[in-house]
């Protein structure tokens, strides 16, 4: 398995302050995303990244900003975070270009914003 | 990419074979099969996936119908351990620069019972 570590994996935070959570991987994968997982909903795209300094949008971007300084590192951020991202967060990375499809995903990171 | 049908849950006995249908009747051409599981609260776990021709891993067996509209996870001898949530998906390619379009439904939840 991929060595995905997700920090932190608790977090309680108010409304309006900022957060960062940390995607870090072992394996020098190409690829990194950000999910959220939310009851009555599949996993949600966030952000993905396809490179150092290359970043997109997925789906349910607004609110969130991410970077990737390093192979290694995926940054998310919640500039100002409202309750509406109470969420489980889940970071997962892929395989370069021309490998096999499969996700490898973190452990995850369970959010409240009160 | 293809969306996909499962039933919300199913029940299977310790030691016996689990089989979870997948219907993908959209799927076209090009696009492979998926198979994931999240047990409780963690990452989800790749288990397998395939074109056209039925494959086996240490995990699992996929098999796919021959019109690929639909397909047949089976967990040969189903352990306590296997209960999850199921999730087939179906993507464009092998590529994992392909992942960003994934669409992630809401799986189906294997119970497997003593």
């Known amino acids: 398995d991929a060595g995905i570590t997700q920090s932190p994996r608790h977090k309680v935070t108010e409304t309006g302050t900022p957060v960062t959570l940390r995607c870090h991987q072992t394996e020098n994968h190409r690829y990194m995303y950000w999910y959220r997982q939310d009851p009555g909903h599949g996993l949600r795209l966030i952000h993905y990244s396809y490179g150092v300094k290359d970043t997109d949008k997925g789906e349910v971007s607004d609110g969130y900003s991410v970077s990737r300084s390093k192979t290694e590192d995926f940054l998310l951020t919640l500039e100002s975070a409202t309750s509406s991202q109470t969420s489980v967060y889940f970071c997962?990375?892929?395989?370069?270009?021309?490998?096999?499809?499969?996700?490898?995903f973190g452990e995850g990171s369970r959010l409240t914003v009160l | 990419d293809a969306k996909t049908t499962q039933p919300p849950s199913m029940d299977c006995a310790e030691g016996r074979a689990a089989n979870l249908p997948c219907n993908h009747s959209?799927?076209?051409?090009?696009?492979?099969v998926y198979w994931y599981r999240q047990i409780h609260s963690q990452g989800p776990q790749y288990i397998i996936h395939g074109l056209k021709n039925n494959e086996t891993n240490e995990m699992a067996s996929l098999i796919i119908t021959e019109d690929r509209k639909s397909s047949t996870l089976i967990l040969p001898h189903a352990t306590l351990r296997d209960t999850a949530v199921y999730y087939c998906?179906?993507?464009?390619?092998?590529?994992?620069?392909?992942?960003?379009?994934?669409?992630w439904g809401l799986g189906t939840s294997l119970a497997v019972n003593p």
């Open positions: 959209t799927i076209s051409g090009n696009e492979y």
């Open positions: 997962a990375t892929g395989r370069g270009q021309g490998a096999t499809g499969e996700l490898f």
């Open positions: 998906i179906v993507r464009v390619s092998d590529d994992a620069g392909n992942n960003r379009k994934l669409i």
